[in-house]
């Protein structure tokens, strides 16, 4: 199984100010047909997860713009440029290029 | 709009079966894989599995495989999650997932407890 490694597990970050989560896969993410099928995942309290990037950079429909994803191969980097109030949550990354696909344990994201 | 409407929580004993509904609208459902993933209580999120609804065809993780299965009814665009031999490790909210991740069911409690 492909290893989602994520860093920092704990991020308090002060209102207004940037905030980067970074991903490490065990093996590259690279699809035999091209594509690297690494996504964000944003999950609020008591909410079920929302998807916020696909395919490392892509927002998704109605994410806001101050979210951006990067990276190739095996690592991957969340962006938020600047933290609001209702960023508060718990952020994944996953993988869907491999079976079984996997999460990364989470960043619990916090205002300082 | 994209709907996946799951069924209700439920509440087992040990080594009993549930089984989970999701009922998906908006979409073509034949058109894109249906996964599950489950989250236990304070935990992160884990693959269970998908299915092809056009095909029928499954993928499991290992650690469910001869425990779960999956199926779709194309006819009325719902997708079962069966799980059996149950533990109070299974406890979870269970969701299910299109595709590319970008909309998840409600979620379905399932508590395990004596």
């Known amino acids: 199984d492909i290893v989602m490694t994520q860093t920092p597990l704990s991020s308090p970050v002060a209102l207004g100010q940037p905030a980067s989560i970074s991903c490490r896969s065990s093996?590259?993410?690279?699809?035999?047909?091209?594509?690297?099928?690494l996504h964000w995942l944003q999950q609020r309290p008591g909410q079920p997860p929302r998807l916020l990037v696909y395919?490392?950079?892509n927002r998704f429909s109605g994410v806001p713009d101050r979210f951006s994803g990067s990276g190739a191969g095996t690592d991957f980097t969340l962006k938020i440029s600047r933290v609001e109030a209702e960023d508060v949550g718990v952020y994944y990354c996953m993988q869907g290029t491999q079976f079984p696909y996997t999460f990364g344990q989470g960043t619990k994201l916090e205002i300082k | 709009e994209v709907q996946l409407v799951q069924s209700g929580a439920e509440v087992k004993k040990p080594g009993s079966i549930v089984k989970i509904s999701c009922k998906v609208s908006?979409?073509?459902?034949?058109?894109?894989?249906l996964q599950w993933v489950r989250q236990a209580p304070g935990k992160g999120l884990e693959w269970v599995g998908l299915?092809?609804?056009?095909?029928?065809?499954?993928t499991y993780a290992v650690k469910f495989q001869g425990r779960v299965t999956i199926t779709a009814d194309t006819s009325t665009d719902i997708a079962y999650m069966e799980l059996r031999s149950l533990t109070s490790e299974d406890t979870a909210v269970y969701y299910c997932?299109?595709?590319?991740?970008?909309?998840w069911g409600q979620g379905t409690l399932v508590i395990v407890s004596s």
């Open positions: 997932v299109p595709g590319t991740p970008g909309y």
């Open positions: 395919e490392i950079s």
């Open positions: 908006g979409y073509t459902f034949k058109d894109y894989y």
């Open positions: 093996q590259s993410l690279v699809h035999s047909e091209g594509n690297t099928f």
């Open positions: 299915i092809d609804p056009e095909h029928g065809k499954t």
